[in-house]
């Protein structure tokens, strides 16, 4: 028996030594790339936080800093306005929807602003409309409050991911919407702002082409160059919505080429470009065409009322789109005019815009620094 034993362990030492031999390979290989990934982390970690120090040392703000509500700084009205209603007062939003009068561009934004606050609460609205029953600015806020409540009740996530109950409400909201929005528009014959709401119904509602043709055109009559109305436009025309890519494009070269320089609609051709590519890389966003883009649109940018209320819109995308151009120097001036308000394309997508934009920031005011250098 004892000879037999020392049989088979002599059989079975070469496995035990190769067992051993491929456990020692093993750790040494997971710790060995346990390291490196430390290593990487601990040196992106840093590079990181050298961007954020050379960013903060031109007084750029960091990620908790950056207001995620707006595109750019509130006026001095508006927010006093939006201020009222939050604590319940109507008056000082009527008294400023009044006094924009037919400024339909800032109209509009206003007008989106207040609705998303009585999408919160619209106790303060529906004193306004007691108050004043005919009153069209209050029609047209409750309008595009409909509208807003409703894309709330189906959410942000794709159709597979969104219950039936939640497209059920969604649903019935816009058609209630619909109501409101043909009210705000008869209350107000002149007024674009409730036929570019319903925009948002022609994404939701599933418009024909046939039939978001003749909304445009009720739109166009009355602002043929209304930035608002063209971006809500282009996502209907967007793949992911109601059109393709094809469509989007020729949208937006249309629009942009008939356009007059300082409407901002150059931003069009560029918003076209970045909800349909989905490379990996910035070869799309360096070919002549998106140069020539770019450019275009540094004119338009330049060429605008420094007060137009859209303007912080297609600055962000020029900081962006130089940035992936190569044009640091250039970025980090659109960066700076931007600094600090973060809701707009391209950061508006990420779920935390807010690091998004700061990343980018920072990498552009490195890599300008060492162009400098």
Wanted: net charge negative.
């Amino acid at each position: 028996m004892t000879v037999l034993l020392w049989i088979l362990a002599a059989l079975a030492l070469p496995f035990v030594l190769f067992a051993a031999w491929l456990a020692k390979v093993f750790l040494k290989e997971f710790f060995s790339g346990n390291a490196e990934a430390a290593i990487a982390a601990e040196e992106a970690a840093t590079t990181a936080t050298e961007k954020a120090a050379a960013s903060a040392a031109l007084g750029l703000l960091p990620a908790e800093r950056q207001n995620t509500g707006s595109a750019g700084p509130l006026t001095p009205e508006t927010a006093a306005a939006l201020a009222g209603v939050q604590s319940g007062d109507w008056r000082p939003a009527a008294d400023l929807m009044a006094a924009v009068g037919r400024d339909w561009e800032r109209r509009s934004l206003l007008t989106f602003r207040l609705a998303d606050k009585a999408a919160d609460d619209d106790a303060w609205l529906l004193a306004w409309e007691t108050a004043r029953p005919e009153d069209p600015d209050a029609a047209v806020v409750r309008a595009r409050s409909s509208v807003i409540l409703a894309w709330r009740v189906r959410g942000g996530k794709r159709a597979q991911y969104t219950t039936h109950e939640q497209f059920e409400g969604f649903h019935r909201t816009l058609l209630e919407a619909r109501e409101e929005i043909a009210r705000a528009a008869a209350l107000n014959p002149d007024d674009p702002t409730p036929y570019i709401a319903e925009i948002w119904l022609a994404l939701g509602l599933g418009y024909p082409n046939a039939r978001m043709d003749t909304l445009w055109t009720e739109i166009t009559a009355r602002a043929p160059h209304h930035y608002e109305a063209h971006f809500s436009a282009l996502q209907y025309w967007c793949a992911k919505w109601r059109g393709s890519e094809r469509l989007a494009t020729e949208f937006a070269a249309r629009a942009a080429a008939a356009a007059p320089t300082g409407s901002l609609l150059t931003a069009l051709p560029l918003i076209a470009h970045f909800e349909h590519d989905d490379s990996d890389d910035t070869a799309a966003d360096n070919t002549p065409e998106m140069v020539a883009r770019v450019e275009a649109a540094l004119k338009d940018a330049a060429a605008a009322d420094p007060a137009h209320p859209r303007l912080p819109e297609l600055r962000h995308l020029l900081a962006y789109y130089l940035h992936l151009q190569g044009r640091d120097e250039a970025a980090v001036e659109y960066f700076r005019l931007i600094d600090g308000h973060v809701d707009a394309l391209p950061w508006r997508y990420r779920n935390n815009k807010a690091e998004y934009f700061c990343q980018v920031r920072d990498t552009a005011v490195r890599e300008a620094g060492r162009t400098a250098s």
